[in-house]
């Protein structure tokens, strides 16, 4: 079963401006990551954040956490046409690495030149 | 090499062949997945080596499939007699400390079966 959902599932805005995608999840982690995959490519790790952290930066990236709520944000700021891809949470399984990271379905961002 | 490398990166084949990925993890990590994104989805988890051993299988969709994992390093994903369902791109990632760390995953091995 998916742990992490994303929202919105596709998002399209201008160059320059900032883009927000969401996830949620449902049962307790030790962390969670944020992946991009390019079409027809494999995924990149972006950034990892742990449950006892609650924003962290990299970059133009920005991920916030919050456990009482069980998500997460990704925010890129400063949007350039070279991200556009799709981006995936992902979150440690209760069984630790033997169900490996579950991940959502992804955000598509487009960014529009 | 450098980087978790997969094969073949296409592969057609006929509905009720049995077909073989290959992953070559980063050398030295002890930890490989083997995950299944199906088109706009999700990537939906496999099965988990640590070293040679799998200690969970249940990832895995049907008894048609499949994984072995040799020395430690090359893992291969068997899929015997396949249907068109299995049409799928199978990504490998691995890395040195399990689920806790960050995944390096490959470029992925793209299935279709007619």
């Known amino acids: 079963s998916q742990q992490g959902e994303e929202d919105p599932q596709a998002l399209s805005i201008q160059e320059g401006e900032n883009a927000t995608m969401n996830c949620s999840y449902k049962?307790?982690?030790?962390?969670l990551q944020w992946y991009r995959q390019n079409s027809g490519r494999g995924l990149v790790h972006l950034i990892l954040?742990?449950?006892?952290?609650r924003e962290k930066h990299s970059g133009r990236l920005r991920v916030t956490l919050d456990t009482s709520k069980k998500s997460s944000s990704l925010l890129i700021t400063a949007s350039r046409a070279a991200d556009t891809a799709s981006y995936f949470c992902?979150?440690?399984?209760?069984?630790?690495?033997?169900?490996?990271?579950?991940f959502g379905k992804g955000t598509h961002l487009i960014i529009q030149p | 090499g450098a980087g978790v490398s997969q094969s073949p990166s296409n592969k057609v084949t006929e509905k009720g062949k049995d077909v073989e990925l290959r992953c070559d993890p980063i050398s030295g990590h002890t930890a490989l997945y083997w995950y299944r994104q199906s088109l706009g989805q999700g990537l939906e988890f496999l099965i988990y080596?640590?070293?040679?051993?799998?200690?969970?299988k249940s990832g895995l969709p049907s008894d048609r499939f499949s994984a072995e994992r040799t020395g430690g390093s090359v893992s291969t994903l068997t899929i015997q007699r396949t249907q068109q369902e299995d049409s799928a791109v199978y990504l490998c990632a691995s890395n040195s400390g399990g689920a806790a760390g960050e995944l390096f995953f490959g470029e992925g091995s793209r299935l279709t079966v007619l």
């Open positions: 049962t307790s982690i030790n962390n």
């Open positions: 080596f640590q070293g040679n051993s799998a200690p969970d």
């Open positions: 992902a979150t440690d399984g209760s069984g630790g690495g033997a169900d490996g990271l579950t």
């Open positions: 954040i742990r449950s006892n952290e």
